[in-house]
Every structure is written in C-alpha cells, then in structure tokens.
C-alpha cells in the first residue's frame, strides 16, 4: 500500500509511515518545516515560525526548541529512517520557506541506515536541480520542482512509477 499527502497531511504520512510497516512505499510531499527537512538548519519554516503560524499542529513541549533548535535531541533524517528499508521517496517544490535543501539533506543523512539494512540508499548525488531525476534510487528518492504547493500532476506520475516499482504495478 502506498502512503501520501502533501503539507501537514505530507508530515501525517511522514509519522504513519515511520510508524505502521503495513504502508509498503512512503512518499510525503511539501512537508515543510517539521516534516522532512532538517530542523536544526534553522532556515525555511523553523520553530518559531511554525509554533506562531500553526499553533494548531504542533504539541506545547515543542516550543522550548523556538530558537534553540540545537538542541533538539533528534531531528528528521532520524524520523525518516524509521521507515527503512521500505521504499521512500521525499518530494518538494521550490519554495525558500520550505527547504527542499533541508529535505535532500535529511534524505542522505538517513541513507546508511537502507544501507546498514542491505538495500542501497540514495544515490550519492550533489542537490538535484528542479526536476532531476539524478536522486531517484530504488528504495529511496528524491525530487522537487518549481510549481505551486500542493500535489501536481508530475508528482503523481514520479510517485507511481517509484511505488509501482515495489507494488508490482
């Protein structure tokens, strides 16, 4: 079975797809701050920016890290290994705000942990441009592009063609 959303339903199926094995590919979209990228970069949606903008998605123990991301006992390639070795793709669009930077960062940080696991990581690849292909892997990818938020067409037919590779479909 395949596991998505985009924006804070792309950082639902970012914590149900760490945590229920039943979803065989993962593939969160535009999570933004709180979801993919790396929290501790502080760029993009940060925690003060998400605690005062959506006070409504993140728990009151969250706050004490606004402005003191450093010292956050994880962050989210951490979250994102949960899911290995099952096949995740992370997809983004290019908005500074939501750091499709961080999100790559994350996706090979949590690479040795497929690797650890026998199946290969993410290809080692510099930051993709808009569209590139040159982070699909097998069991983890990565891309992101320059539309508007929310799940368009391309991301439909990238996030198939990787999950039916593992679905038989």
Known sequence: ML???YSRLGKAALLAGAFD????VVVPNQTGGGGAPLTKRHFGENVQTEIHS??????RAYDKYEDNE???PFDQHMLLACVAPRPRMVQGFDKPWFDTKG???????ASPVWKFLGRPG???VDFPEDYSRAAI???MAYYHRDLEHG???IDWQWMLDFAGKHLGK
């Open 54 to 59: 959506f006070t409504h998605w993140f728990c």
């Open 3 to 5: 596991l998505t959303g």
């Open 137 to 139: 892997g097998t069991y």
């Open 21 to 24: 094995e039943r979803f065989a």
């Open 151 to 153: 799940i368009a067409a």
């Open 122 to 124: 993410l290809p080692e």
């Open 70 to 72: 450093a010292a956050m």
């Open 103 to 109: 999100e790559f960062l994350a996706m090979k940080a």
